[in-house]
């Protein structure tokens, strides 16, 4: 079973990279390295510009990018896919997605977010991303995407706290006092 950690964005509004935050005695890398272990995927792969890692193909299309990269190196593999910067996330909400995507063979994303998202990279979702990447004048969002592939939604009640993402430092500070010690 394999997940892949979207941790290679610019963290512009950070001012810092998201991934190397710490949390407790753990990087925000570490600790969502560790939820998606508790999920019970353990192949895990980071897509991100550093060593070891899965770099992008084409540098500098976001979590589309990184879905291209991985389509080159897993097509026919079902992938978990889940941002760095969403700590609040549960292992409960990461395994909901996972069994809801292999048991439809569809790409699924809650109702609240596009992340994370299961995606079952067969062919007819690999022509789907390759035409909007190729396509100078396409539309290169995670939403369109989504949309031109028909991704469901998965309707988790009582989870929309667990969507919100670090952006900016006065974020992480408010998600900081939402973790447990």
Known sequence: MLAAILAGGRSSRMGRDKA??????????????SKIRQSGLDR???????????????????????????????AGSGVLIVPVDMPLLTSHTLSELWRAGTGKQSAVHARQSYLPLYLQLDEPTCETLD??????????????????????????????????????????EDIQKLLPA
């Open 20 to 33: 190397s935050l710490c949390l407790g005695n753990q990087t925000l890398l570490e600790f969502m390295e």
């Open 44 to 74: 895990i792969i980071i897509c991100r510009n550093d060593p070891g890692c899965l770099r992008d193909l084409i540098p500098g299309l976001g979590p589309i990018g990184a879905i291209y990269t991985l389509r080159q190196h897993y």
């Open 131 to 172: 035409r909007i990447v190729k396509e100078d004048h396409s539309n290169k969002s995670l939403g369109f995407f989504l949309s031109a592939i028909g991704a469901q939604q998965l309707v988790l009640e009582d989870a929309d706290r667990e969507f919100a993402n670090v952006n900016t430092p006065k974020d992480w």
